[in-house]
């Protein structure tokens, strides 16, 4: 059913060498994340967890981007490949702010005595997750040839507001004196740091691209099929139609 | 657009009056918005012991959540009416620009607004016995009302089309919100004077607030053709 050309294979093997060499990557930084790194004079073994959640906020900082930058594509080329990379960048980016979040949140109890503080960072970054969540529903309510079009337009809606979330956030909390947070920032990181940093932050990239590449491939495959009719999907019906029969058994 | 500028006025112009000859036989969005805003402001009243020393403090955040949802319903309104009426296809199909429709469209949700901020402002300066600097919270309320409805029109415009509409546009629109509603929170918040308080400086809110306003205004007038176009 599907064209195994030679277009297909190498797509394959791209995205295969991403996988492997994310594995191995992640292996490499996580051995020295926990193994190789030494505990933080002042924050103990808390402070291993950085070397997930940087590279985490940079992944979702990315994921965004992407999906600004695949919006503007869409809507002056329409062509479905912008759609796909907006859609699987945007998933990733959710699932790796939601993970940028909660991992914040362990170091942040310990460290700052409390899981949340209103930070400008981590108000930027809930305020994200809640504008790529909404991106999300309106993929899923749409009415059918809509949703890659709003999708869009939110993709360049949402990164446009976010350095002024920023800004706005730092100024709401500089006219409320916040508890001095920020340990990391005041002392002087130690080139071993940087490395596992520089490494993570690779590791990591490349998993995001890995996990755009086969979402967008899933995406590839379920609208062939679509369009061929051989899966029936209850978003592309028309409102108020039946919901389909037995849509997951035929694929 | 520009070289028939007499045209696209008289555009804007017809626009315009077919809003307001609609909401004057219908009346449905205003007094609803208004008596919707009222009532917020009683429930806030119950929900927080409101006296005189803390209702200063309270008060612009009451207001601008108040004005928030108001703004929600005049926009959930907005083209859900065209939708359910089936007026939005003629409204396509008029040989009018797109951005006029949205110009037109921006105008009503802004008046809609601003009718319910004369009814709640005084109403709450009664309830909560605050003393107010008129012009300055007028600045702040017309700056974050324009923000507000600029791309709620637009985002008002994309949720008609979904299946969740009025549940999924404060959805998209208060997360994109936060700067005006921050902004706005606390230039009004300047607005209000404290006895024996110190006048806070506003200038660089309402500074963010007009920056919002142009780049949203922008981009929502660039953005709306993709927003209601059918292909």
Redesign the interface.
């Known amino acids: 059913m599907l064209r195994a050309d030679s277009e297909e294979l190498e797509r394959g093997v791209t995205t295969r060498a991403l996988g492997i060499g994310s594995l191995l990557l992640l292996v490499v930084s996580t051995y020295g994340t926990f193994f190789l790194a030494r505990p933080d004079r002042v924050q103990g073994d808390a402070a291993r967890i950085v070397y997930f959640h940087v590279p985490m906020a940079w992944v979702a900082f990315l994921a965004f981007f992407v999906v600004f930058i695949a919006g503007i594509a869409y809507?002056r080329t329409r062509k479905a490949i912008w759609d796909h990379v907006g859609r699987a960048s945007a998933e990733v980016g959710v699932l790796f702010t939601t993970l940028v979040l909660v991992t914040g949140s362990i170091w942040g109890f310990p460290i700052w005595g409390t899981w949340w503080s209103w930070d400008p960072k981590l108000t930027t970054t809930l305020?994200l997750w809640?504008?790529y969540?909404?991106y999300l529903?309106?993929r899923a309510?749409?009415?059918p040839?809509?949703g890659p079009?709003?999708a869009?337009?939110?993709g360049?809606?949402?990164f446009?507001?976010v350095p002024?979330?920023y800004?706005?956030?730092v100024?709401?909390r500089t006219?409320h004196p916040a508890p001095v947070i920020g340990p990391l920032a005041a002392q002087q990181p130690s080139a071993s740091i940087v490395w596992l940093l520089l490494l993570s932050l690779a590791a990591f990239t490349l998993f995001y691209a890995f996990l755009v590449a086969v979402r967008v491939r899933i995406e590839q495959v379920g609208a062939g099929l679509r369009s061929q009719g051989e899966v029936p999907s209850y978003a592309d019906a028309p409102?108020g139609s039946p919901a389909p029969h037995g849509g997951a058994a035929r694929i | 657009m520009t070289a028939n500028r007499p045209r696209y006025l008289r555009q804007l112009r017809a626009l315009l009056w077919k809003e307001a000859l609609v909401e004057s036989r219908s009346r449905e969005t205003v007094l609803a918005a208004v008596i919707f805003a009222l009532l917020i402001l009683v429930i806030f009243s119950f929900a927080f012991d409101l006296r005189v020393d803390q209702a200063a403090a309270v008060a612009p955040g009451v207001l601008w959540v108040t004005f928030s949802f108001a703004g929600d319903i005049a926009l959930g309104r907005t083209f859900a009416r065209e939708r359910d009426r089936r007026t939005l296809d003629v409204l396509l199909l008029a040989p009018v620009d797109r951005s006029a429709i949205y110009l037109a469209k921006l105008a009503a949700v802004v008046a809609t607004m601003l009718l319910v901020e004369i009814v709640a402002v005084p109403a709450s300066i009664g309830l909560f016995n605050l003393r107010v600097d008129g012009p300055r919270l007028a600045l702040s309320l017309g700056l974050g009302t324009l923000g507000f409805a600029g791309v709620g029109t637009l985002l008002a415009a994309v949720t008609a089309h979904t299946r969740a509409r009025e549940a999924l546009l404060p959805l998209l629109l208060f997360p994109l919100q936060v700067p005006v509603i921050l902004a706005t929170v606390k230039s009004t918040a300047a607005a209000i004077q404290v006895p024996g308080g110190e006048a806070a400086d506003a200038g660089s809110w309402l500074a963010l607030l007009a920056g919002f306003d142009v780049l949203f205004l922008g981009l929502s007038v660039l953005l709306f053709d993709y927003a209601i176009a059918d292909d």
Do not use: N, Q
Request: aromatic content about 16%; charged content about 10%.
């Open positions: 809507l305020i809640f504008l969540l909404g529903m309106v309510y749409a009415e040839p809509r079009r709003y869009a337009l939110l360049i809606l949402g446009a507001d002024i979330v800004l706005s956030s100024w709401w006219l409102i």
